[in-house]
């Protein structure tokens, strides 16, 4: 990076931080948005892979920041600070599409034809579309001890204990959680 767009970078930062300590967030927000928001969603899509989801993460990140701006120490610069949102939002993004993809293997995989089958890739797609839906409509808490149980090949005593329930109910959750997904997928799996 040259010298002048080091200097440049440093007096967008000082102008931002100074905002934040201003406690004239919105202003800040703004900056941030004007200054750093290209870069912010460039960097997102380079570890999302996927425009549109990035650019939901860049958003993502600018509200977290929003929120987060009354306790920003000014510790390192506004750049610095803003990029490590983003990349944490960007890898939950990451364990829950892995897990969502995982777990839709686990679901699926058994109730799938072979690769020999007749069933085409444009069926495979729209099974893998439905289903994947289907998954985003279980509560949370039903997602996650599925994704433990079957992503995480935990067992049932385990997951258990990492949801702060008894193992029974765990096994009455998935039991449940897939009696839902058979039921919006018609019987699939």
């Known amino acids: 990076m040259s010298a002048t767009a080091l200097a440049m970078t440093t007096e967008r930062d000082v102008e931002i931080a100074a905002a934040i300590r201003d406690r004239t967030h919105h202003r800040a927000l703004e900056m941030m948005t004007r200054e750093l928001g290209p870069a912010l969603g460039r960097f997102c899509a380079a570890i999302l892979g996927d425009r549109a989801e990035a650019e939901e993460a860049a958003q993502d ?4 920041a929003l ?3 009354s306790g920003f ?5 506004v750049r610095t600070w803003l990029f490590a949102i983003a990349r944490r939002i960007c890898f939950r993004r990451l364990r829950r599409r892995k897990h969502r993809e995982a777990l839709l293997h686990v679901v699926s995989a ?6 020999d089958s007749p069933l085409d890739e444009a069926a495979r797609t729209e099974l893998y579309r439905r289903l994947q839906q289907a998954m985003e409509t279980l509560p949370l808490e039903d997602r996650e001890l599925l ?3 079957y992503q995480a090949d935990l067992t049932y005593e385990e997951a258990a204990e990492v949801c702060g ?3 029974d109910a765990a096994r009455k959750r998935a039991s449940r959680a897939f ?11």
Request: net charge positive; hydrophobic share 45%.
């Open 67 to 69: 929120r987060a701006m």
């Open 73 to 77: 120490r000014g510790e390192s610069a």
């Open 61 to 64: 990140a600018l509200i977290e």
């Open 179 to 189: 009696a839902v997904l058979r039921d919006r997928l018609g019987g699939i799996p």
């Open 110 to 115: 058994g109730d799938l034809p072979s690769p």
């Open 147 to 149: 994704a433990l149980r």
């Open 165 to 167: 329930i008894s193992p």
